[in-house]
């Protein structure tokens, strides 16, 4: 060893007192305040609580928390006197378990890179679940009624191949099993679920009467589609080659994802995932596809599909190259022959992105009782802004086949 003469018991102690200097060691003031707005974020109350503190070395420093409850509509679903909400319980688990065991890999592996997801700080099992605020590292989320832009969309493509590779890394130590394997949320059997995609059909068809005589026949066939869209997401998340299989995070779109940005530019250098309520084990191609194609301005998707699969293939290869994986690679004529095989699910999506960018409430907590027009405002299908968006692609999905009643 190089005989640097340096004093390592002066150095050591230099480390410790940085630390402990930065303790805070009383709470001079809090403050509570809602973090997100209303509506975006369906299953949770969001809130930030700010503490003025006292740090070991004298000096006041300020200091946030991100706190997670949940929201009152699934008290009143799943019943008053819900103690433990099994959405929080996946959450909490996640970061207890597949995410310590992700920074494991990283550490392993000499990593470097930033996390993909923000530090728990603490939980209440299984109802409160306390995080970094990353706002203090200048991530911010993204502004619901704009959609993603290209570089938005490419560095959450490259990201979701980083979070996919060091999760098949995993499945193949035996670190996440079968045990794990959660459920394609959109894709579960329920009637809660049964009449979410109703509600979306039933208005969207209807608002399309306004769009013009030439939108008529694809109307009829999307609202024959309401009452048969549950079942067939089940059927497509219920078999898939296992070669592809990953750990879905199950929500990936613009309100799960907070951004860092080049000072002085818009250009996002940074990307963090929250909200891992609705991980499963599937094919990687459903986080793929649901982002894109609710979260991605649909005219960038459009024009830049192929380029945004391969920034995904690309960026899973090279992890999983990185992390000495030895198992098969999905190639990009994977990505895209899986992209192809799920085109209803696509469509499905589609259908919700001039609701998710629209900014109007959604009032999910009143799916189980009043009519579709009640839980989504037709205005958001019928004012012109949907049409411009997303009728392109209901045209592609209604030439070819998708919308056909006999096929779902």
């Known amino acids: 060893m190089e005989d640097h003469g340096l004093d390592t018991k002066l150095l050591e102690r230099f480390l410790k007192e940085k630390y402990c200097n930065a303790k805070p060691v009383e709470v001079i003031s809090t403050d509570v305040k809602r973090a997100v707005p209303v509506g975006d974020n369906y299953g949770s109350i969001v809130y930030r609580v700010k503490f003025n503190t006292l740090t070991a070395s004298g000096k006041t420093k300020q200091r946030s928390l991100i706190i997670k409850t949940v929201a009152e509509w699934i008290k009143v679903l799943k019943g008053a006197n819900i103690t433990a ?229 690309e960026s899973l290869e090279k992890n999983l190259n990185f992390f000495n994986y030895s198992g098969y690679i999905p190639t990009l004529d994977d990505v895209k022959a899986e992209s192809q095989r799920i085109q209803f699910a696509g469509m499905c999506c589609t259908v919700l992105q001039p609701l998710v960018t629209s900014g109007q409430m959604f009032g999910i907590e009143k799916i189980m009782t009043n009519s579709p027009e009640q839980v989504v405002d037709k205005s958001v299908y019928a004012d012109g802004r949907a049409q411009e968006l997303i009728g392109e692609d209901l045209k592609n999905f209604y030439d070819n086949g998708v919308m056909d009643v006999t096929s779902c």
């Open 85 to 313: 909400s099994p959405t929080f319980r996946t959450e909490i688990t996640n970061y207890s378990t597949v995410l310590s065991f992700m920074e494991d890999l990283m550490e392993e592996f000499e990593d470097k890179r930033c996390k993909l997801w923000p530090e728990m700080i603490g939980n209440v099992p299984y109802n409160m679940i306390a995080f970094e605020d990353l706002t203090e590292d200048l991530y911010i989320g993204a502004k619901r009624t704009n959609g993603m832009d290209f570089k938005e969309s490419m560095l959450v493509m490259r990201s979701l191949g980083r979070f996919h590779a060091m999760s098949k890394v995993l499945i193949d130590r035996g670190f996440i099993s079968q045990q794990d394997k959660g459920q394609l949320a959109h894709a579960t059997e329920s009637e809660f679920f049964e009449k979410l995609w109703l509600v979306y059909f039933t208005v969207l068809s209807g608002a399309m009467e306004e769009w013009g005589q030439e939108w008529g026949n694809m109307a009829k066939k999307l609202s024959q589609l309401g009452s048969k869209a549950n079942k067939r997401w089940a059927e497509l998340g219920g078999t898939y080659d296992k070669k592809f299989e990953v750990l879905n995070h199950g929500d990936l779109w613009l309100c799960n994802l907070l951004f860092k940005r080049m000072e002085f530019e818009e250009t996002p250098v940074s990307v963090k995932f929250v909200d891992f309520q609705c991980t499963h084990l599937n094919s990687f191609i459903w986080d793929v596809e649901y982002f894109l194609h609710t979260s991605t301005i649909p005219s960038v998707r459009r024009a830049n599909k192929d380029l945004l699969h391969s920034a995904y293939q």
